[in-house]
Nanobody
Framework: QVQLVESGGGLVQPGGSLRLSCAVS????????MGWYRQAPGKERELVAS???????YYADSVKGRFTISRDNAKNTVFLQMNSLKPEDTAVYYC?????????????WGQGTQVTVSS
């Protein structure tokens, strides 16, 4: 069974840093695009950053220059380095991946990890 396993959330003060990780577990043929979304209380889920192999990463305007997405293709893992965190970055962060299994592709989500930025 394929799953996305997230780690790295927590509580941090404004200006601090956190690094999120998301690993694909299970047997897959190929992992295509990977990305991070977030959802704050009372708000819709929004795309924060995404990356495909060999492509230019995408960042939401609100995180450009502060967040960096990267991936380890050998380990089917995606990372989100978050620097200069602000209170408005507080949200549940979800990993997302487009995964090919045999001849089909599926959209998978992680369980979510809480990021709280507060003094």
């Amino acid at each position: 069974q394929v799953q996305l396993v997230e780690s790295g959330g927590g509580l941090v003060q404004p200006g601090g840093s956190l690094r999120l990780s998301c690993a694909v577990s299970g047997s897959v043929s190929r992992v295509n695009g990977m990305g991070w979304y977030r959802q704050a209380p009372g708000k819709e889920r929004e795309l924060v950053a995404s990356i495909i192999s060999g492509g230019t990463p995408y960042y939401a305007d609100s995180v450009k220059g502060r967040f960096t997405i990267s991936r380890d293709n050998a380990k089917n893992t995606v990372f989100l380095q978050m620097n200069s965190l602000k209170p408005e970055d507080t949200a549940v962060y979800y990993c997302n991946a487009d995964i090919a299994i045999m001849t089909w592709t599926y959209d998978y989500w992680g369980q979510g990890t809480q990021v709280t930025v507060s003094s």
